[in-house]
T-cell receptor, first 110, second 114 residues
Framework: SQTIHQWPATLVQPVGSPLSLECTVE??????LYWYRQAAGRGLQLLFY??????ISSEVPQNLSASRPQDRQFILSSKKLLLSDSGFYLC?????????FGSGTRLTVV | GENVEQHPSTLSVQEGDSAVIKCTYS??????FPWYKQELGKRPQLIID?????GEKKDQRIAVTLNKTAKHFSLHITETQPEDSAVYFC?????????????FGKGTLLTVNP
């Protein structure tokens, strides 16, 4: 069966520091991969999605970037975090089916 | 792009009552409408979904209805239980093969009082 791993679960980072969140999927090949952000008390906002290695589509202009160095690995990065980057970051995957979410990373920028 | 509106933002019901959450979407090309349940601090989990070629779908106490003409869809939970308490999100996705690019509503906080 397919599983999705996301880490770390929580992260506290100072303003201006870099960020790297990682997501991996097991049990499937060539999945579609997504990064969503959920701000406190708000809905889920699609940040990036990828249909294959090296193929990244950005939905919202921001100081975040995404990369897919391997088929089942999706990375969310930032060179310099802003306070407004705080939130709950969720990776998701789909492969001819509805998206399934990872357990999320709660990022607090201080 | 797609825009999904969800109402109400909060809903409180007594155990055993029914709960209804409504969503409207803007893109008439959207053809896939899932509903997710998110408990506090947890990941959203799919509870039911419907495609545009179907008007209604039911799974035990949960049902979803879709009106393509009016571009709205609703989640119905019958015989609510305290464990139904959570935030519920509707979403819509345009056609795109297996690439489900979902646009979410802002969520409904459902509280079921014992």
């Amino acid at each position: 069966s397919q599983t999705i791993h996301q880490w770390p679960a929580t992260l506290v980072q100072p303003v201006g520091s870099p960020l790297s969140l990682e997501c991996t999927v097991e049990g499937t090949s060539n999945p579609n991969l997504y990064w969503y952000r959920q701000a406190a008390g708000r809905g889920l906002q699609l940040l990036f999605y990828s249909v294959g290695i090296g193929q990244i589509s950005s939905e919202v202009p921001q100081n975040l970037s995404a990369s897919r160095p391997q088929d089942r690995q999706f990375i969310l990065s930032s060179k310099k975090l802003l306070l407004s980057d705080s939130g709950f970051y969720l990776c998701a995957w789909s492969s001819g089916a509805r998206p399934t979410f990872g357990s999320g990373t709660r990022l607090t920028v201080v | 792009g797609e825009n999904v509106e969800q109402h109400p933002s909060t809903l409180s019901v007594q155990e055993g009552d029914s709960a209804v959450i409504k969503c409207t979407y803007s893109d008439s090309a959207s053809n896939y409408f899932p509903w997710y349940k998110q408990e506090l601090g947890k990941r959203p989990q799919l509870i039911i979904d419907i495609r545009s070629n179907v008007g209604e779908k039911k799974d035990q106490r949960i049902a979803v209805t879709l009106n393509k003409t009016a571009k709205h869809f609703s989640l119905h939970i019958t015989e609510t239980q305290p464990e139904d308490s959570a935030v519920y999100f509707c979403a819509a996705s345009p056609p795109g093969g297996s690439n489900y690019k979902l646009t979410f509503g802002k969520g409904t906080l459902l509280t079921v009082n014992p």
